[in-house]
């Protein structure tokens, strides 16, 4: 007599279940005694039973592991969550950027401007779901391709948005039918941004552009970047320019520099401060950048000042102060009149002018305001220096600072020196967190290896790929700390760039990430970050969500916010304590991500959560 249980199978499947259906449950009653059989009290994963050495080699062991922590998980989350599972958002957000919607921000009242501006209390997301990816999206080129070389159906510019740009990078572009080629400037070009660069570092009184790194220009704000060309021209220079721009609903800036694989983010000066503290960057860059700079009394270069270090350039190209015409000269000494008054009162001088480009240099003298007349720009009150979005300001910051070295006295090495750390606080503890990292890192690349190979085959025409950093080339650093990971990631010689976020409840170490010539801004994680979505390829996180335990946020909208900046096939990496891992996994499971969790066995009760994104194709 058969069984209730036998009698129900034969319901389902007939009197004889497939061969391929009783050949599964045979391997999945192995694998959950192998899984339940070797788990210790707690629910968590391990990589190994066996003590882990600093460094993974094992990777066939790894690949292995991975298998049984991937069938257990999908196991789990079939039986558990999967109902839970957000749904994808409809196709009119699949570009869709939170905090920006103008509509919501004439609704309630911003005008003359700012309605463009960042306002996240003005525009209220709804329901949970996931960006969805666009029809024709395709996986980014590898780098360095992926800079000269972008998918057209991975941003949202019409061919007719494309060619008629104004943008003084637009003849190096050509678009193809389903690309965008950016031309290399090996000797194509006699008008290019190269020799953009060259004219500039000649103002300076330098030899070639190559010495800007010598004349202690190591980070770049650009402003209104176009399509990004000045930046890669920077970077092959081995400077990290910044690229921020205002949010355009179509025909992104923005979004094109972070497809091409450069450092971007949204950012504007219609009414508030960029979330950088003062004396951050050594040139702020506008070419064609649409600022009228003496408007708002001048509060604009007021922004520009307290974010240069002294010693500082500004560097305008404009071709409404282009000579044209018998009254050229006359012209033009008008247009430049306000701003010569103006740069003088917050102590900039004019050291070049060439056509179209003029190069102010902030003092390096912080005696200088001082000094001035008594109807002069006045010097802010001290505070606390941690500005996110805060108005700006009619008044001078930066002057008192400890921060105050010109950059022209800055040692010539890409490292800070000992004088420069002190400013910071404790040295010490600089290097403790350098030498964790450089460790970490290369745990943490022995570990995304193998998944790396088993996970992305080699595709049709590619050549075959070079480990650890095929397939990544944006990284955001959710909370930087010291910026010890961008630091390990130029040790080993990695071709990726960080993104270094430093939350705004958190100790404001940014000062010294951009002293050290990284990217970096302040956040809120409470809130969405300044970005498009699909912007990254890998999210690295330390104790930020244990961090965010004690704040007012969701975490399951942290997740969601994560899910729509990072490309589809990318990675996540959060470490934080066994707890909030926990967490974290139910989260990602939610928003279905493929993830397991590490034990390091290293003794505590840190543990590593591992996600890739899928490419939903729906």
Known sequence: MRSPWLNKLSLIFGPRPPVSWLLLCFVSVLALIAVFGSSSSNTFDSVTSTPVPEIYTN???????????????????????????????????????????????????????????????????????????????????RWPAGRDVIWSGNVKITKDQFLSSGSMTKRLMLLEENQIAFHSEDGLIFDGVKDYSRQIAEMMGLGSDSDFFQAGVRSVL??????????????????????????????????????????????????????????????????????????????????????????????????????????????KRNMLTPLEQFTEKICWSLIAQQDETFIWQKTADAHCYTSRKQNDVPLCKEGRDAPYYQALMPCVIGASSKRWIPIQNRSSSSHLSSAELEVHGNPEDFFDDLQVWQSALKNYWS????????????????????????????????????????????????????????????????????????????????????????TYDM????????????????????????????????????????????????????????????????????????????????
């Open 539 to 618: 999210l690295h996180a330390n104790g930020l969500l244990s961090h965010l335990s004690s704040e007012r946020c969701s975490l399951m909208d942290l997740f969601v916010e994560m899910d729509r900046i990072l490309r589809p096939e990318g990675w996540v990496v959060l470490s934080d304590k066994l707890g909030a891992i926990e967490w974290a996994r139910a989260h990602a499971t939610q928003i279905r991500w493929d993830a397991r969790v590490i034990d390091l066995q290293n003794g505590s009760d840190q543990r590593l959560l591992v996600c890739q994104k899928p490419f939903v194709k729906k």
């Open 59 to 141: 990777y066939r062991r790894l690949k292995e592991q991975a298998a049984v922590d991937y069938f257990e998980l999908r196991t789990l989350s079939l039986g558990a969550s999967r109902q839970r599972e957000l749904d994808l958002c409809a196709k009119e957000r699949e570009n869709y950027v939170p905090c920006y919607n103008v509509t919501a921000n004439l609704l309630v009242g911003f005008k003359d401007g700012e309605e463009f501006d960042r306002h996240c209390e003005a525009s209220r997301q709804g329901k949970r779901c996931l960006v969805r990816p666009p029809k024709d999206y395709k996986i980014p080129l």
């Open 222 to 331: 650009d402003i209104g970047c176009g399509f990004g060309s000045f930046g890669a021209h920077l970077v092959s220079l081995q400077l990290m320019a910044l690229c921020i721009a205002a949010y355009e609903a179509t025909g992104s800036q923005v979004q094109l520099a972070l497809e091409r694989g450069l450092p971007a983010m949204i950012g504007n000066f219609v009414s508030r401060q960029l979330p950088h503290p003062s004396l951050s960057f050594d040139m702020v860059h506008c070419a064609q950048c649409g600022i009228v700079w003496d408007k708002k009394e001048g509060m604009f270069l007021i922004e520009v000042d307290r974010l240069l270090k002294p010693g500082g350039y500004f560097i305008l190209t404009s071709p409404t102060s282009k000579p044209q015409g018998s009254a050229t000269g006359m012209k």
């Open 447 to 534: 570990l995304l290896t193998p998944l790396i190979f088993s996970d992305h085959p080699k595709r049709p025409g590619d050549e075959d790929p070079l480990p650890p950093f095929n397939m990544v080339r944006n990284v955001m650093d959710m909370n930087a700390h010291y910026g010890g990971l961008n630091a390990a990631f130029l040790e080993e010689k990695k071709s990726v760039w960080v993104m270094n976020v430093v939350p705004v409840s958190a100790r404001n170490t940014l000062p010294l990430i951009l002293d050290r010539g990284f990217p970096g801004v302040l956040h809120d994680w409470c809130e969405p970050f300044p970005t498009y979505p699909r």
